[in-house]
């Protein structure tokens, strides 16, 4: 078969999109996987892929709209984003990969796929641009998630819930989130992200809950046993094994937990606001490195011990720090941002442009009355309606959608750049 049996017509239909689509796909079939194949066959599945993507991107951009309203009954419907990527797979045959195909990548370590997770990219790239289907899309990303809901009965009356990887805890009106993979310094995962957007919706929607705050526990770790670690970023041996999604970790990642600490849980609610929202609180202990960076950007407050470390070490594994890029600037300007991002520099929390990121520093041994009187003050009455006003100013949700709907197409060909595949696969066996 050659590339060209793939090329189409700029008046580009979905039925014309399904064909060429299973065209390259039973090419893909006929070859072996992506590492066993030849320089050819390698050169041949990339025209035939790249040819099949740009009319997606195509058909998506002219369409976006349409797709959205007949995938959601005319924005009726609130689908999450991995709702909506099987919504389209079955709806419109060709555009987004199949359940079948989705489920074989998924049992294949990176370096095996095929990179089907672009195509999702593609697809949530469109929807997100479009401007009455990704604002839609965003609301129903702030929806409580069903775990959330089944478990606030429980957290209401007994004030605890146990995960895996966190432990929340009600005691006089404040909300304490315990990052607790003590095995693995809190890196994260999905458990991870299923974990903690559970408890993050849980203390939003907690009427008995001021403030949210966020520490890492103590950890079994051998390099740290017996202290508190707040993060350690992304798993890589995950990312190397296949188990870093796109949709369930990447982007339910931006667009769940950590949008629902900047704007809220969306209920729809009273005539006075859509959104319940809630002051948060982050305590940094040890480092806050690539992902646990990136999650100081959206706290009200952050507290962090003299000894600890900011770092968001992007170049070196090759992926993009979330949205990172979209909030550092703010904080501490574009050339510390950029040193920071591109240049790996790690900042620790007793020189100066640490400042510009954390609030308070203080000795390791006074974090607890730190916190204490941190939290206090988050808990004025004046506070809850000024961070929302400052969101909204600083973080607008037309331009984190705009931000959102590109790093979902672009962290998508990252996480299959050959660069990437190479170092996390190193790293895997380095630590393995």
């Known amino acids: 078969m050659t590339t060209d049996s793939v090329t189409l017509s700029p008046g580009l239909d979905r039925r014309a999109l399904a ?35 740009a009319m997606r991107a195509d058909y998506v951009e002219a369409h976006a709209e349409d797709i959205y309203d ?16 099987r919504a389209a797979a079955s709806a419109y045959p060709g555009l987004v990969p199949t359940d079948e195909q989705m489920a074989a990548e998924r049992s294949r370590p990176q370096a095996e796929k095929e990179g089907r997770e672009i195509d999702q990219g593609i697809f949530l790239r469109g929807i997100l641009r479009a401007p009455k289907a990704g604002p839609h899309l965003l609301d129903a990303m702030l929806r409580p998630s069903p775990k959330a809901l089944r478990l606030l009965g429980e957290f209401a009356e007994s004030g605890v819930v146990e995960m895996e990887a966190v432990r929340l805890e009600r005691r006089d009106g404040v909300a304490y989130l315990t990052l607790c993979r003590d095995d693995c310094l809190n890196a994260e995962d999905v458990q991870q992200v299923d974990d903690m957007e559970t408890a993050v919706d849980l ?5 008995s809950v001021r403030v949210g705050m966020v520490r890492g526990g103590e950890m079994t770790h051998p390099r740290y046993r017996g202290r508190r670690v707040f993060c350690a970023g992304i798993n890589l041996k995950k990312l190397s094994s296949g188990d870093i999604p796109l949709v369930d970790f990447l982007l339910r990642r931006e667009l769940g937990y950590i949008h629902k600490i900047v704007r809220g849980v969306f209920t729809g609610g ?3 606001s859509r959104f319940i929202d809630k002051p948060w ?7 806050a490195i690539g992902g646990g960076a990136q999650l100081l950007l ?17 170049a070196k594994e090759g992926i993009i720090p979330g949205a990172s890029n979209y909030r550092l600037t703010r904080f501490t300007g574009p050339r510390v941002a950029r040193q920071v991002i591109l240049g790996g520099r790690q900042i620790r929390a007793d020189e100066p442009d640490a400042r510009l990121i954390v609030d308070e520093v203080v000795p390791p041994e006074e974090m607890d009355a730190a916190i204490e009187g941190a939290l206090a003050r988050l808990g004025a009455d004046a506070v809850l309606a000024n961070r929302r006003m400052i969101n909204l100013a ?6 984190f959608g705009r931000y959102m709907a590109e790093f979902a197409l672009q962290q998508a060909l990252r996480i299959y ?10 790293f895997a066996a380095g630590s393995g």
Do not use: C, N
Request: no cysteine; aromatic share 6%; net charge negative.
């Open 203 to 207: 203390a939003l929607l907690d009427p």
């Open 270 to 272: 009273s005539w006075h």
């Open 19 to 53: 064909m060429a689509a299973q065209r390259v796909d039973d090419l893909l079939d006929e070859l072996p996987l992506p590492p066993a194949r030849t320089s050819a066959q390698r050169d041949t599945a990339s025209s035939a892929l790249d040819k099949i993507r």
């Open 281 to 287: 609180l982050a305590a940094v202990d040890s480092f």
């Open 70 to 85: 007949e995938l959601t009954a005319g924005r009726t419907q609130y689908l999450r984003v991995d709702e909506l990527v």
């Open 298 to 314: 959206v706290f009200d407050h952050v507290l962090a011990a003299s000894d600890a470390y900011i770092s968001l070490p992007a």
């Open 417 to 426: 750049g050959a660069d990437v595949i190479g170092k996390v696969g190193r």
């Open 394 to 399: 600083e973080e607008p949700p037309e331009q």
